[in-house]
């Protein structure tokens, strides 16, 4: 199946939903709440004002580049070597994309429901389905973000409204009580969630139409949505102390529904929504690594992402302690993740301002 193709930016919205969403709505949850506790709402927000004028600025930079491939067009402003020294922080961040969604699921699916199941197993299915998805190419990403984002909506609904009798508003407050330290603490790993759009500049070439500015803030403000509402949650329902406690906040939410005196149990709906989000997110991943370098055949592409899916499947099989593992998303991925994001997208835009110069002959003219 070919692999070019292009969508429309509804598309793209669904697929960023999903794989930017198990980020937002889950990931980021428990780091959250780790390091500003009951200000982690306010956190979140703090960061949506400086989420929205970043979004403007990308869809500037995406008018700026005339939604052309990233790279060659940044070899045209600049020279082919800086521009893939631009391209390599977010290569590297793709690749970390892919490879701690495939540890974080193996781990989080033998942890919380299948405990005897062999790893290499769960392993193997899920990059070779995204595999398979990444070298289909990126319209069939989309039809299945199409078809898996509807339900997992309607999940998240289900479980906030089921959920409403076991919320208490009262335990957000005292706001700020620690000062506003823990807000700032707080705002780096909201922010290392959000930063996650800069996707969209990678894949901007295969839009169908122009992307406005308040498109991409309206986005943007669904995902501030996406975050805050299982912080919230948590907050709520458990207290910020036991919230903090919880690796997986939101799968522990899913545990308090009932449906009537005899329904209850209905975490499963958890794993439909944890396994679209993650499947979505690594075939995403596996796909713009291979967009972003130069094959020129399919056959190398093929094997390029076949490459990529094998480490994951390597990466994941070597035993790692989930607590280390948390340890390392917090201290050191979301933090730098932030860092660097927001750095390269801000040396983008500004290459986006650099004059274009003129040929030799022109010169003359």
Known sequence: ??????????????????????????????????????????????????????????????????????????????????????????????????????????????????????KILLILTLTVLCALCAVWGLRVIAVTSGLLLPFVILLGFFVAISNGPEKNFQLLKPFVERGWTPVLDGMVFAGGGFVELIVLILMQHRLKTRVRPWQLMLFGLISLYIMIGPVIGAITEFGPKEAAKQLESPYEQWRLVKLGPYVEHVDFFSIYQWLSGASVRVSLALFLLAELL???????????????????????????????????????YFPYSLLVASCI????????????PLPRKEEIA
């Open 345 to 356: 997208s801000l040396v983008w835009f500004v290459v986006s301002l650099i004059k274009k």
């Open 294 to 332: 130069p094959f020129r055949r399919a056959g190398r592409r093929a094997w390029f992402i076949v490459a990529v899916a094998a480490s994951y499947v390597i990466g994941a099989m070597i035993p790692i302690n989930e607590y280390d593992f948390y340890l390392w998303m917090y201290r050191i």
């Open 1 to 118: 199946m070919e692999s070019g193709g292009k969508i429309s930016f509804l598309q793209a919205c669904m697929i960023l939903l999903l794989m930017n969403g198990l980020t937002n709505h889950v990931i980021v949850n428990p780091l959250l709440l780790d390091a500003a506790g009951r200000d982690s709402w306010i956190s979140v927000l703090c960061t949506g004002f400086a989420l929205l004028p970043w979004c403007a600025i990308l869809a500037l930079l995406m008018r700026r580049s005339g939604q052309r491939k990233l790279q060659p067009w940044l070899a045209e402003r600049t020279h082919p070597a800086i521009s893939w020294i631009l391209l390599f922080p977010v290569c590297l961040q793709l690749y970390l994309i892919g490879g701690m969604t495939v540890i974080h699921t193996s781990t989080w699916t033998i942890t919380n429901y299948l405990p005897a199941s062999p």
